[in-house]
C-alpha cells in the first residue's frame, strides 16, 4: 500500500515535469527556486521508496545500510521543507547579497538538522503479515521537530512579511496545508506514509496557481506576454541590472486592403523570426508591441539592427506602407523604475520623434532616455501645477526714468513644484512650448494679471500697465486675440493696462498669424513691447515691421555695453533707430547703480533690473510699490 501511494507520488511529479520542460521560462529566481524544491521534493520521495524497500528487504541487507537509507529519507524531509522556505523568501528578499546570506542560513540549518538525524538511532517497524513499514524513534522525532519549526516559520512569513505576490501566498499555503494535515496522520498513523506525497501535491498546486509557464505566454503567437514583462523587469530592476531593449510596434496603415487576419498573421509571423532570436526574451506587450530585452550587453545595439532591417525586409513582402513598423532600441532601459515606466518612455519616444522616424531604428542612448524622462516628468510635473493650481506669477517692478517711479511691472511665470519648491521658468517654459502646454499656462497667467490688477486697483498706486510674456507658440494660434479679449472682459480690465511681449518669431507664416492677432488686440487698446532685443539674431527690420510701442533690451546687451566695445556701438545705433520710431525702451537685467546712471544718460525711458528688485511674489510686491511709489506729500504718487 505505502510504495502504491509515493509511486502515485512520483507519477505526479513526472506528469508535472514533462509539462514543465516543454515550455519556455525566464529563469527567474522564483523559477529557479521553484525547481530546486521540485527536485528536492523528487529526491524525498525516491528516498522514501527507497527506505521502504530497504526495510523490508532489511534481513538480505547489512543493517548499517538499512539504517543509512532510512536516515538518508528523513533528512530529504527536512531538505524539502527548507526549499519551500527558500520559494518563500525568494519573493520576499529582493536584493542579491541578503538572498544568497538566506540560502547560506537555510543551508546550515538543514545540514545540522541532518547531522543530527544521523546522531540519532533509528527505529525501524516492519510488519510481514500485512507489509507496514515505518520509522520511529528519536531520529524521526528530530526529523519531526524540524519540520515542524520550519513549517511554523514558513506560515508565520506568510502571514507578516509585505511584499510576496498574494498568488504565491495562497498557493504555498495550500501546499503547507495540504503537509501540515499528511503529517498529522501520519503522526498518529505512524503506519501511512503519505507525507512525501503530500509534498508532490503541494508542488503540484504551486505549478498550478503560480508556476504554470504557461500563464507567462501569450497563447496566439507563443512569445512571453505582459504579466510575464513585469515581472521580469521587476526582477531586473531588484537586481540592479543593466539591460537593452528593443520595442517593435506595428502600425497598420488604414487603407482598408487588409483584413484583421492580415495583421494577426504578420503579427505571428514576425513572432515566429523573433523566437528563433538567440539570448533574447521576446514578450508582446499588447496587441501591436513587442518588447526584446536582450541578455548580453555585447553586440546588442548591432544585433538590434539587424533585426529591424530583417523584419524591414519581411513587412516590405506586404507592399510598401501597409505596416509600419517603429523600432526603439534603448541602451540602457534600467533608468526607468518599472515595465509600465518602460512602455511609458517607449510611447513618449513614438511620440516625440514622430512619423518620420517610422521603418528606422531610432536609438535612445542613455543620456537621451534620461533627458526624455525627465521631459516627461516636466510634463506631468506642469499638467498637475496647472489643475492644481500651483502656477503662480510673480511681478518685477519697472522703473520710469521720466516719472521717476514705478509705473509697470513684468509678470513672470513661476511654478510650484510636489514638495511645495518654487521652479523657475527657465526650467519649464520650453517644454511646455514643446508640448503646447504653454498655451494653458499663458491663458493661466494673463487671467492672474488680470485678476490682480483689478482686484487690488493697481492703477491707485501708479501702476499703469503690467507687461506679459506671450509664447511664440501662442502667438501662432489664431483664437489667441479672441482668447486674450475674452479674458479681459470678464475681468472687466481695461487693455491699456496690458502690455503683451512679443519675440521674434521663426517662421513667416506664424508671423501672419501674430499680426493678425496683434492689430485685433491693438484695436481693443493693448500694447506690445519686443523682448530680448539683443540676444541671438536680432533683426532690426522686425522692429519697422510689428506693431510695438516698447523694445526690451535684454540683459546680455545690457551687460555687452559695458563690457565690450563693438557691442556699444551697436546698442547707440539701435537706440536711435528706435527712438527716430519715436519708440520707448526698457533695459533689462540692470543690477548696479553706475549701470542705471550710464542708462539714464543714454536716453533709456524704463529700466527693469536687481538693481531696483527681484521680482516679488503678488503681497510682496503690493508692499514694494506702496512703499515706493510715494510722492513728496506722502500720499501714494
Ligand atoms: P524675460 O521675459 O526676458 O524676463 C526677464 C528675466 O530676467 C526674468 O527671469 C527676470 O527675473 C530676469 N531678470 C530681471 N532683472 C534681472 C537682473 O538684474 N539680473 C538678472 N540676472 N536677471 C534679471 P525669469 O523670471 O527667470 O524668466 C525667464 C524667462 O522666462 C523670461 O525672460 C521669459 O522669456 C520667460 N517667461 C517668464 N514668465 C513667462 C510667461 O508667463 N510666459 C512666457 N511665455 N514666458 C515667460
Ligand atoms: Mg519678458
Ligand atoms: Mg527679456
Not at 529557479?32 to 528536492?40: A, D, G, K
Not at 521537530?145 to 495550500?174: D, Y
Not at 533585426?307 to 513582402?317: D, P, W
Not at 536609438?363 to 498637475?384: C, F, G, S, T, Y
Request: glycine share 6%; with cysteine.
Amino acid at each position: 500500500m505505502n510504495i502504491a501511494v509515493q509511486c502515485c507520488g512520483i507519477a505526479v511529479l513526472v506528469v508535472l515535469f514533462l509539462f514543465y520542460i516543454q515550455k519556455k521560462t525566464l529563469a527567474t529566481r522564483s523559477e529557479r527556486v521553484f525547481r530546486y524544491t521540485f527536485l528536492s521534493i523528487t529526491f524525498c520521495l525516491c528516498m522514501d521508496i527507497s527506505s521502504i524497500v530497504a526495510i523490508t528487504y532489511r534481513e538480505s541487507l547489512p543493517m548499517l545500510f538499512v539504517n543509512f537509507v532510512c536516515k538518508l529519507y528523513l533528512g530529504t524531509l527536512v531538505q524539502s521543507m527548507c526549499a519551500s522556505l527558500l520559494y518563500v523568501h525568494a519573493d520576499i528578499l529582493k536584493e542579491e547579497k541578503p538572498w544568497r546570506k538566506c540560502i547560506l542560513v537555510y543551508m546550515l540549518i538543514t545540514l545540522g538538522i541532518i547531522g543530527a538525524i544521523f546522531a540519532v538511532p533509528v527505529s525501524i517497524y516492519a510488519n510481514a503479515e500485512t507489509g507496514q513499514v515505518y520509522t520511529y524513534g528519536a531520529a524521526s522525532m528530530v526529523t519531526y521537530a524540524g519540520v515542524v519549526a520550519m513549517l511554523i516559520n514558513n506560515i508565520i512569513l506568510l502571514f507578516t512579511r509585505k511584499g510576496i505576490n498574494p498568488w504565491r501566498r495562497r498557493a504555498v499555503l495550500i501546499w503547507m496545508g495540504i503537509w501540515t494535515v499528511a503529517a498529522i496522520i501520519q503522526f498518529v498513523h505512524q503506519d501511512l506514509l503519505i507525507v512525501g506525497f503530500a509534498s508532490a501535491l503541494g508542488i503540484l498546486v504551486v505549478y498550478l496557481q503560480f508556476e504554470n509557464p504557461e500563464m507567462n505566454l501569450d497563447w496566439e503567437t507563443g512569445l512571453f506576454n505582459q504579466g510575464a514583462f513585469v515581472q521580469y523587469i521587476q526582477q531586473m530592476h531588484e537586481q540592479g541590472q543593466e539591460y537593452p531593449v528593443l520595442s517593435i510596434r506595428i502600425y497598420r496603415y488604414n487603407d482598408g486592403n487588409y483584413s484583421e487576419e492580415v495583421q494577426a498573421h504578420v503579427i505571428q509571423r514576425v513572432a515566429g523570426i523573433l523566437l528563433s532570436l538567440p539570448n533574447i526574451y521576446v514578450f508582446r506587450v499588447n496587441e501591436a508591441e513587442m518588447l526584446l530585452v536582450f541578455r548580453k550587453w555585447e553586440g546588442a545595439a548591432a544585433a538590434a539592427q539587424d533585426i529591424c532591417q530583417r523584419l524591414q525586409s519581411e513587412f516590405r513582402l506586404y507592399g510598401e506602407n501597409v505596416f509600419r513598423p517603429y523600432y526603439i532600441y534603448t541602451e540602457n532601459a534600467k533608468i526607468v523604475n518599472s515595465g509600465s515606466e518602460l512602455l511609458e518612455l517607449m510611447q513618449y519616444v513614438r511620440v516625440k520623434y514622430g512619423e518620420s522616424a517610422q521603418g528606422k531604428c531610432v536609438v535612445v542612448d542613455e543620456e537621451a532616455a534620461e533627458q526624455l524622462l525627465a521631459i516627461k516628468n516636466m510634463e506631468h510635473q506642469i499638467a498637475a501645477a496647472l489643475e492644481e493650481d500651483r502656477i503662480l506669477v510673480y511681478y518685477q517692478p519697472i522703473y520710469s526714468v521720466k516719472e521717476q517711479r514705478f509705473t509697470s511691472a513684468e509678470a513672470l511665470v513661476r511654478m510650484i513644484d510636489e514638495e511645495g519648491k518654487l521652479v523657475m521658468p527657465g526650467e519649464f517654459i520650453r517644454i511646455a512650448e514643446e508640448d503646447g502646454l504653454i498655451r494653458k499656462i499663458g491663458a493661466r497667467v494673463f487671467e492672474k494679471v488680470c485678476r490682480f490688477y483689478i482686484e487690488q486697483n493697481l492703477e491707485q498706486y501708479g501702476i499703469e500697465y503690467i507687461e506679459v510674456n506671450l509664447s511664440t507658440v501662442q502667438a501662432a494660434d489664431k483664437n489667441l486675440a479672441q482668447d486674450y479679449i475674452r479674458i479681459m472682459d470678464t475681468h472687466r480690465i481695461e487693455p491699456k493696462h496690458i502690455n503683451l511681449e512679443i519675440t521674434e518669431s521663426a517662421s513667416v507664416g506664424d508671423r501672419n498669424i501674430l499680426l493678425d492677432n496683434m492689430n485685433m488686440l491693438i484695436g481693443r487698446g493693448v500694447h506690445f513691447s519686443l523682448d530680448d532685443f539683443g540676444t541671438g539674431q536680432s533683426n532690426l527690420n522686425y522692429i519697422v515691421e510689428m506693431p510695438v510701442h516698447i523694445v526690451k533690451f535684454d540683459r546680455d546687451m545690457t551687460n555687452a555695453y559695458f563690457e565690450n566695445g563693438k557691442a556699444k556701438y551697436v546698442m547707440d545705433a539701435a537706440m536711435h533707430m528706435i527712438q527716430g520710431m519715436d519708440l520707448s525702451i526698457v533695459a533689462e537685467g540692470v543690477e548696479t547703480e553706475a549701470q542705471l546712471e550710464t542708462m539714464k544718460t543714454l536716453g533709456i525711458q524704463y529700466i527693469q533690473g536687481y538693481y531696483f528688485s527681484k521680482p516679488l511674489s503678488e503681497q510682496h510686491f503690493l508692499d514694494f510699490i506702496k512703499e515706493n511709489n510715494v510722492d513728496r506729500t506722502g500720499g501714494v504718487a
